[in-house]
Every structure is written in structure tokens, then in C-alpha cells.
């Protein structure tokens, strides 16, 4: 049984271009959460998706928009990357109002 | 708004001490859920425990145990007799009812030593 996957693992950008990240949930669960976690910090929560619909949205600006497809997989897409968009991303899946979440392992978006 | 805090940074052992991570919290809700993730050198964070505000009784779980105290907003970790397999950050997180959003503290850095 997988767990979450996330690709691609590593990825470097510029400074103004665009980039989607990709989550494949466990099996069986139906909620994407995305998180953002900056060096040296804990992870901050970017939005959830149940239902092909962002169900919470935490304080980040409208650059950050999400997908979730009929087969529960999502995607993260930030426009106009900013230096400060450097971090690590991470995909939780979970049953909706489930006890656990359950991380991939991320992938580390690198803006130059 | 809530917060939560993890004082120590981090913290240094040689391996079969106990060691306890401290966590406090701030909310003004009364139902909320407290949580505790491992995050190994692979990025993945690993589920340790949840815990609702209405169940202050302490949890062991093998070498892992946890105290949670409303009167102080506090949720300790202790492990018992820390392996070198310990080692990584661990993160304090609150959620509140009926809310899947997880917030996390910055995390305490825990190396064991041979």
C-alpha cells in the first residue's frame, strides 16, 4: 500500500516563472491537504481540497491556487515565484475529519 | 488566534537518557486536538498521537509518553531511554474543532548520541 507521493522531489525556479507540484493521496483517502514549510520552521498551512473543492484556505496569497482531480490527486501551482517561496512542500492525505494525517515526503522548490 | 510554542530548539542526549520536549499551546477554544509529528532527515512527517481537550489522562505508548495539562496549555513528550534512531524535529500542532488545519510550532531538533 502507498503511501503519499509527491513529485518531483527537487525543483529550482526563477524568480518570476510559474510551478506545479504533484500529490498522489494513500489509498482510500479522499482530502489533499498542502503545506509550506520554510527552513527551520514548522509547516504552514497553504489549503485543503475534498471533493474536487478547496474546502480551507490558510493566509497565503492568490499565487498559490490548487487542483483536485476525480481520482483524489492534486496538484499546487505558485505564479510569479518570489524568492520567499523557497521551501519545502509538503502533501498530507487524510479521510475528511480523519484523526490522522499522513505526509509525503515532500518536495523542495528552490527560487533563484 | 492561536499558537504554539516549542522553547527548545535543540536538545542534545547521549543515547538512554529520557528526554522531554516541551510544547504550549494558545487558544481560546474549548474543543480543540493536539498532535505530535516526527520529521526524519526524509521530510516526511510521522503521526505520534492526537489527543482532544476533554482527554487530559496521559498516554505511554512503549518508550513514548505524553502529559497534557489544560491548567498550564501545556503538551509534553517524553521518551524513555532515547535510541539514536530518535534522532530528528519534532512538532508540537494544534487543530481546532471541525477544522482539518494543522498549526504547528517551529519544531524542537532532537539529536541522540552513541
Known amino acids: 500500500d502507498a503511501g503519499v507521493t509527491q513529485s518531483p522531489t527537487h525543483l529550482i525556479k526563477t524568480r518570476g516563472q510559474q510551478v506545479t507540484l504533484r500529490c498522489s493521496p494513500k489509498?482510500?483517502?479522499?482530502?489533499v491537504s498542502w503545506y509550506q514549510q520554510a527552513l527551520g520552521q514548522g509547516p504552514q498551512f497553504i489549503f485543503q481540497?475534498?471533493?474536487?473543492?478547496?474546502?480551507q484556505r490558510g493566509n497565503f496569497p492568490d499565487r498559490f491556487s490548487g487542483h483536485q482531480f476525480p481520482n483524489y490527486s492534486s496538484e499546487l501551482n505558485v505564479n510569479a515565484l518570489l524568492l520567499g517561496d523557497s521551501a519545502l512542500y509538503l502533501c498530507?492525505?487524510?479521510?475528511?475529519?480523519?484523526?490522522?494525517?499522513?505526509f509525503g515526503s515532500g518536495t523542495q522548490l528552490s527560487v533563484l | 488566534a492561536q499558537k504554539v510554542t516549542q522553547a527548545q530548539t535543540e536538545i542534545s542526549v547521549v543515547e538512554k537518557e529520557d528526554v522531554t520536549l516541551d510544547c504550549v499551546y494558545e487558544?481560546?477554544?474549548?474543543?480543540?486536538?493536539l498532535f505530535w509529528y516526527k520529521q526524519p532527515p526524509s521530510g516526511e512527517l510521522v503521526f505520534l498521537i492526537r489527543r482532544n481537550s476533554f482527554d487530559e489522562q496521559n498516554e505511554i505508548s512503549g518508550r513514548y509518553s505524553w502529559n497534557f495539562q489544560k491548567s498550564t496549555s501545556s503538551f509534553n513528550f517524553t521518551i524513555t531511554a532515547s535510541q539514536v534512531v530518535d534522532s530528528a524535529v519534532y512538532f508540537c500542532?494544534?487543530?481546532?474543532?471541525?477544522?482539518?488545519?494543522?498549526?504547528f510550532g517551529t519544531g524542537t531538533r532532537l539529536q541522540v548520541f552513541p
Open positions: 487558544t481560546r477554544d474549548t474543543t480543540y486536538y
Open positions: 498530507a492525505s487524510s479521510y475528511l475529519g480523519g484523526e490522522k494525517l499522513f
Open positions: 481540497y475534498y471533493e474536487e473543492e478547496e474546502r
Open positions: 500542532a494544534l487543530s481546532l474543532y471541525n477544522t482539518d488545519k494543522l498549526i
Open positions: 489509498s482510500g483517502h479522499d482530502t
